[in-house]
């Protein structure tokens, strides 16, 4: 079984700074996806961004960059120039890349929230 | 637009009654699931299904039923058998056979026990 651990319950950035969101996962798998989502007050999820475990190369999404490494299982967020409407709870989550059972189930880790102050 | 639509926004259940959970999504998507959410918990895997009439058991789900007879379609019956059920609950879907593909969540449902 998969487990993701988000160390950071709560983390405070202010405005226009940069903050990064650790994340670890443990699993046997060579093959899987790795995600950020956030969750504003509103409580709807939104994928902020998602990584191939296959890339060696970290994604990257306008702010939003990710550190991938694979040998260390660690997958951490890194915000830049910090807006208001960054703040939220952000989960980092794990899914399987292959076709059998239990695939395409994510692992969520207990989130981070963070919040962005003027 | 396409999405996923959750209904109610809010539930209220009496001791010993069944309540089902609404999730209708238009995005063509074959996959759905439901999550439960409580606080300092994250989100944990309740049901999914990846086609149509067929659908498999999560983490937790006890006290809890699903059906899968439409594809837009995934409604979620908490029973008198789950014995807390207070929390937040949010459906996804995604498209089947892509696991990098991510998963589009709903506005979720907030159930109370009254």
């Known amino acids: 079984a998969q487990t993701v651990t988000q160390s950071q319950p709560e983390m405070s950035v202010q405005e226009a700074e940069t903050v990064t969101l650790s994340c670890t996962y443990d699993t046997s798998e060579s093959n899987y996806y790795l995600f950020w989502y956030k969750q504003p007050p509103s409580r709807q999820m939104i994928l902020v961004i998602r990584q191939e475990a296959y890339k060696q190369q970290n994604a990257t999404e306008n702010r939003f960059s990710v550190n991938f490494q694979k040998a260390a299982k660690s997958f951490s967020l890194k915000i830049s120039d910090s807006q208001l409407g960054d703040t939220a709870m952000y989960f980092c989550a794990f899914m399987k890349g292959y076709s059998g059972a239990g695939s395409y189930q994510l692992t969520f880790g207990k989130g981070t929230k963070l919040s962005v102050i003027p | 637009d396409g999405g996923i639509t959750q209904s109610p926004k809010y539930l209220f259940r009496k001791e010993g009654q069944n309540v089902t959970l609404s999730c209708e999504q238009n995005l063509n998507h074959d996959a759905m699931y439901w999550y439960r959410q409580d606080p300092g918990q994250g989100l944990r895997l309740i049901y999914y299904?990846?086609?149509?009439?067929?659908?498999q058991k999560g983490d937790i789900a006890e006290g809890y039923s699903v059906s899968r007879e439409k594809k837009e379609s995934f409604p979620l019956t908490v029973t008198s058998a789950q014995k807390n059920p207070t929390a937040f609950y949010l459906c996804?879907?995604?498209?089947?056979?892509?696991?990098?593909?991510?998963?589009?969540f709903g506005d979720g449902t907030r159930l109370s026990i009254l």
């Open positions: 299904s990846q086609i149509v009439n067929d659908f």
């Open positions: 996804a879907s995604s498209i089947r056979g892509a696991s990098n593909q991510p998963q589009h």
